[in-house]
């Protein structure tokens, strides 16, 4: 069955561009997380949905960063104005109705910004 | 003091040993436990469940160690596919929870 998918696979900008990326979970599950990993290091926790709503925005970085899903399902994670320090793997998972229990990862969207 | 930490290692040992590394964890409230594997330039991939009663599942068994709060991962019988990055994940309980992932050990397996 289809997996986690999230798009584009790459992206480069300038520094200061508005950049959006995108997350399709696996169908009917309701949890869904967004995490970045820079090269060589750990995941950092951005963002997790419950359905549309976002109890815990506790990971995002700075008001830079902005996230909404709607319909239960698409995620868009966007960054306004990005730096140098925003380029890494944004990966999002997403989970079956129990938050927590096994999460399935997308291949993530690597960002660049020069 | 980090919320979960692992030894980065790199842990390099023969096709066929046996090999274990231990993830602790800081929040005494913590509720579910896993542990990931992730390849090189891949996203990380579930790889089992830790339960307080322990977990095991063909080469592999994972522990978990409430009252020292850690998680602890055995493979046994090593094979040259076991090289990768084994995450560890440990998740929280409140009105947000909160899922932390250790950075990571790196397994390297020889011939």
């Known amino acids: 069955g289809a997996g986690v998918s999230q798009s584009p696979s790459n992206k480069v900008t300038e520094k200061g561009k508005d950049v959006e990326l995108r997350c399709d979970p696996i169908s009917g599950h309701t949890a869904l997380y967004w995490y970045r990993q820079s090269l060589g290091q750990g995941l950092e926790f951005l963002i997790y949905?419950?359905?549309?709503?976002?109890?815990?925005k506790s990971g995002l970085p700075s008001d830079r960063f902005s996230a909404e899903r709607t319909g239960g399902s698409v995620s868009t994670l966007t960054i306004q104005r990005t730096q140098q320090e925003d380029s890494a793997v944004y990966l999002c998972?997403?989970?079956?109705?129990?938050?927590?229990?096994?999460?399935?990862f997308g291949p993530g969207t690597r960002l660049t910004v020069l | 003091r980090k919320e979960v930490e692992q030894d980065p290692g790199p842990f390099n040992v023969p096709e066929g040993a046996t090999v274990a590394f231990n993830c602790t964890y800081s929040?005494?409230?913590?509720?579910?436990f896993f542990w990931y594997r992730q390849d090189c330039r891949k996203e990380p991939k579930l790889l089992m469940s830790?339960?307080?009663s322990g977990n095991e599942d063909g080469r592999f068994t994972a522990q978990l160690n409430r009252a020292s709060q850690y998680i602890s991962l055995l493979i046994r019988d090593s094979k040259l596919s076991d090289s990768a990055t084994y995450l560890c994940v440990v998740v929280g309980y409140s009105s947000a929870s909160k899922i932390i992932f250790g950075s990571g050990t790196r397994l390297s397996i020889r011939p």
């Open positions: 830790v339960y307080s």
């Open positions: 998972a997403s989970s079956g109705n129990r938050q927590g229990i096994s999460q399935f």
């Open positions: 949905f419950q359905g549309n709503s976002a109890p815990d």
């Open positions: 929040n005494s409230a913590s509720q579910s």
